[in-house]
């Protein structure tokens, strides 16, 4: 089956196509969807692109910046507005991965990819849609790709910052086992709304919402990391690939989870 390339000057062309199209993907930097052209599949016969340049702007407002979709790994590494999450971008594939993987790409790859997204989810950030719909990124990766594109993810900056740990089994750039983020907003020293994201313990990035539990209303102490870590796989439903099974992924969630907590105390 031919493949017909269509490339847009501005986003809401691109969009519009998009949405009239019958089997079309929106290409964001490739690194997912070129493996797929390269295969031959035949669930798709355009793939629709923009050189807008707003999709690779980011932009500082207040106490939130503002990533354009487009924005690639490379540029948060580099970026000063968003050191707080260049450590997570630095951890995604090789220089030329990170040179060309996008925000709204990592939003959409397959479980155990999504490393990026875990962190967007801790921090609880949002995505606005090119119908001007603005929603959380944990129900917009639940309901799965729509008919509208990822215009821009607004990512309120951490305050007491965000931590993250990659596991792989290839140091340092292995695909994740799994890897875990966590927001820990604290008053009068005790933990307030906790924002726990594992991924690769599920089809997506999750909640893991028995840790966070165990955190609130808690200081940040041996007993508290404990509770937390003893449940951190409860209600996760982590999947066998090629990278580690299930069970494995159960085994070690805790472990992680502990080392980060401590990490932070
Ligand atoms: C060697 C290698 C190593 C990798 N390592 C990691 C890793 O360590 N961690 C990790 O998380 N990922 C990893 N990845 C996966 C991938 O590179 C990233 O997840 C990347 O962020 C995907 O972005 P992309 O722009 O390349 O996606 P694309 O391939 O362009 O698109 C992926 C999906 O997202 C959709 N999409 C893209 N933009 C939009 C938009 N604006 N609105 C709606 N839908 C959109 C596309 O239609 C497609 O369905 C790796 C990939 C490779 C090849």
């Given at each position: 089956?031919?493949?017909?390339?269509?490339?847009?000057?501005?986003?809401?062309?691109?969009?519009?196509?998009?949405?009239?199209?019958?089997?079309?993907?929106?290409?964001?930097?490739?690194?997912?969807?070129?493996?797929?052209?390269?295969?031959?599949?035949?669930?798709?016969?355009?793939?629709?692109?923009?050189?807008?340049?707003?999709?690779?702007?980011?932009?500082?407002?207040?106490s939130?910046?503002?990533?354009?979709?487009?924005?690639?790994?490379?540029?948060?590494?580099?970026?000063?507005?968003?050191?707080?999450?260049?450590?997570v971008?630095?951890?995604?594939?090789?220089?030329?991965v990170?040179?060309?993987?996008?925000?709204?790409?990592?939003?959409?790859?397959?479980?155990p990819?999504?490393?990026?997204?875990?962190?967007?989810?801790?921090?609880?950030?949002?995505?606005?849609?090119?119908?001007?719909?603005?929603?959380?990124?944990?129900?917009?990766?639940?309901g799965?790709?729509?008919?509208?594109?990822?215009?821009?993810?607004h990512?309120?900056?951490?305050?007491?910052?965000?931590?993250?740990?990659?596991?792989?089994?290839?140091?340092?750039?292995?695909?994740?086992?799994?890897?875990?983020?966590?927001?820990?907003?604290?008053?009068?020293?005790?933990?307030?709304?906790?924002?726990?994201?594992?991924?690769?313990?599920?089809?997506?990035?999750?909640?893991?919402?028995?840790?966070?539990?165990?955190?609130?209303?808690?200081?940040?102490?041996?007993?508290?990391?404990?509770?937390?870590?003893?449940?951190?796989?409860?209600?996760l439903?982590?999947?066998?690939?090629?990278?580690?099974?299930?069970?494995?992924?159960?085994?070690?969630?805790?472990?992680?989870?502990?080392?980060?907590?401590?990490?932070?105390?």
């Amino acid at each position: 089956m031919p493949l017909t390339v269509e490339t847009y000057p501005t986003l809401s062309e691109a969009a519009r196509a998009f949405a009239a199209a019958r089997a079309a993907r929106f290409m964001g930097g490739g690194t997912i969807l070129m493996r797929a052209v390269n295969e031959a599949d035949q669930s798709f016969d355009t793939l629709i692109r923009t050189t807008d340049r707003a999709m690779t702007e980011i932009r500082t407002t207040g106490s939130a910046v503002t990533l354009g979709a487009g924005v690639t790994m490379a540029s948060i590494a580099a970026s000063r507005d968003t050191a707080f999450l260049a450590p997570v971008a630095r951890l995604i594939g090789g220089p030329q991965v990170r040179a060309a993987a996008t925000v709204a790409g990592n939003l959409f790859a397959a479980a155990p990819y999504g490393d990026l997204t875990a962190a967007l989810m801790a921090l609880g950030a949002t995505a606005e849609m090119t119908d001007g719909r603005r929603q959380s990124i944990d129900d917009l990766i639940r309901g799965g790709p729509t008919r509208s594109l990822v215009a821009a993810v607004h990512v309120p900056v951490p305050q007491g910052g965000l931590h993250f740990r990659k596991v792989s089994r290839i140091k340092p750039k292995g695909v994740s086992v799994l890897s875990v983020a966590a927001v820990l907003p604290r008053q009068g020293g005790r933990i307030e709304n906790a924002r726990i994201v594992f991924n690769g313990m599920g089809a997506r990035p999750v909640r893991a919402e028995a840790a966070e539990r165990a955190l609130n209303g808690q200081a940040l102490g041996a007993s508290a990391i404990a509770a937390a870590a003893a449940h951190a796989a409860e209600g996760l439903s982590p999947r066998d690939d090629a990278i580690a099974t299930a069970w494995y992924r159960r085994e070690v969630a805790g472990v992680h989870l502990r080392r980060l907590l401590e990490d932070i105390r």
